[in-house]
């Protein structure tokens, strides 16, 4: 029997973080459910994305309500995502639907991070136009209306701006301001192309057309959604709305350093995913991203490699071949550590467990280690049987090691079926 307080709560969708053409409904272990269930659309869905919001989520549902019955009535819904607050804002949001029948919240346990929260809102809505606001009330509720108008002059997407007229912060201090948009200024370095479609392109409140995102996968790093709205989405036109962001009145702001090394981080993946590289990549099925990272670790390696060779070796004095063979395991330890953390993190955390990591470090030495067979052959190869110079040879020779092992170590490690 299902309780009341399940009675409003949404399962949370897994898998790829793509959102469907046609509404979809989601069973509670969080797979698609089969076709035969009927989900109605509706016109309009708004993601309230909360962690710890307990004290402002019932003011911010009464005032989205008041506004949205008037407009769009029973034409819209509100969808609380929620990272399992300590708080429990899921719990006492979960109270609130029995008022409030447009309501409905989701609790997320497994997954975290704002953007995939707002991203698994919109897979389980149904609304024709997707939105998110912040639930702090520092987005004020009443800018909807003018965001709602935009969508239906026909923009795909409608962003809430401090930059335009209209728009501002009530009472940031200076270093607030600089850095806001110093993060702004190196976002337009790096990706030019999304940077300068908006003027706020930190903006958390905005609506986009469901059709402008749909069945493409996105892959968001961290706060900045709207990034990844703008760089992967289908969108032809663009409006801006001015508002004031207003001062938080209860709860704290979520923002650390972190938010900061994940936005350049998502730069950086948004630029990759969309350069030229990266459509080779898709063109060809080869995950260029990965493969710098891989790249990257391997350059550290070698640092480590020589950095350890002269230290048992010069410091040391131990033998030239038990040197090189520490320093070669200790950098392959290196490059362990650092691909299970980073290049496949991902990856790993699926077969999480001390014993599931010792097997893909065991799996490791080993690919490294035909990797080492490999590339004295193709040298020998290249220098005896090619006549190229000896250490064009050699550079050849370490780049194509290099493909092998990451593709073996994809394939066979690591392990991925489905290149992504
Ligand atoms: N589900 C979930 N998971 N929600 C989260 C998480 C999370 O990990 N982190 C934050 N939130 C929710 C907060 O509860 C709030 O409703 C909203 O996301 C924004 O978080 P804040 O921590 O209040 O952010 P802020 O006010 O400092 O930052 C805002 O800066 C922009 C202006 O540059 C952004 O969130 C933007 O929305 C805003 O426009
Ligand atoms: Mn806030």
Redesign the pocket.
């Given at each position: 029997m299902i309780s009341i307080q399940q009675k409003h709560q949404l399962p949370v969708p897994s898998g790829l973080l793509q959102v469907s053409r046609l509404p979809q409904s989601f069973s509670m272990d969080g797979s698609a459910a089969s076709t035969s269930s009927l989900v109605f659309p509706i016109y309009f869905s708004l993601i309230i994305?909360?962690?710890n919001?307990r004290d402002s989520i019932e003011k911010m549902v009464a005032q989205l309500s008041q506004i949205l019955d008037e407009v769009l009535p029973n034409d819209y819904e509100l969808l609380i995502?929620?990272?399992n607050s300590p708080d429990r804002t899921w719990e006492y949001a979960q109270h609130l639907t029995d008022q409030y029948p447009n309501l409905q919240v989701m609790r997320r346990q497994q997954e975290?991070?704002?953007s995939t929260?707002v991203i698994r809102g919109w897979q389980a809505a149904r609304g024709e136009v997707v939105g998110v606001i912040?639930?702090?009330l520092?987005?004020p509720p009443e800018v909807l209306l003018k965001l709602l108008e935009k969508i239906d002059r026909g923009a795909d997407l409608a962003v809430a701006s401090r930059h335009v007229e209209g728009g501002g912060v009530s009472s940031w201090s200076a270093t607030r301001r600089i850095l806001?948009r110093g993060a702004q200024l190196l976002g337009l370095m790096i990706l030019p192309r999304v940077l300068s479609s908006v003027s706020d392109p930190?903006?958390?409140?905005f609506l986009v057309k469901r059709q402008a995102i749909a069945e493409i996968p996105l892959n968001p790093v961290g706060?900045k959604i709207l990034l990844e709205v703008i760089g992967r989405g289908n969108i032809r036109q663009i409006a801006e709305v001015g508002y004031v962001?207003q001062e938080r009145e209860v709860g704290e702001?979520?923002?650390t350093w972190r938010q900061y090394k994940d936005y350049l981080h998502h730069l950086v993946r948004l630029r990759v995913d969309s350069g030229r590289l990266g459509h080779w990549g898709k063109q060809i099925n080869f995950p260029v991203g990965r493969f710098i990272r891989f790249a990257f670790v391997g350059l550290s390696g070698l640092l480590v490699d020589m950095a350890l060779l002269y230290f048992f070796y010069a410091i040391l004095s131990f033998g030239l071949t038990r040197s090189a063979i520490f320093a070669g395991e200790l950098a392959i330890v290196n490059n362990f550590l650092w691909n299970d953390r980073w290049t496949f993190k991902d990856l790993a955390q699926k077969q999480f467990g001390r014993q599931q990591t010792l097997k893909r470090f065991l799996k490791f030495n080993i690919i490294c280690l035909m990797g080492l067979i490999l590339k004295i052959l193709l040298l020998n190869l290249l220098f005896n049987g090619f006549h190229l110079n000896a250490y064009l040879a050699n550079f050849l020779a370490i780049a194509i090691v290099t493909v092998w092992n990451f593709w073996i170590n994809l394939k066979l490690n690591w392990r991925v079926t489905q290149v992504n």
């Open positions: 994305p909360t962690f919001e995502v929620d990272d975290r991070g704002l929260a912040d639930a702090d520092q987005h806001s930190m903006s958390g409140y706060y962001f702001s979520k923002v």
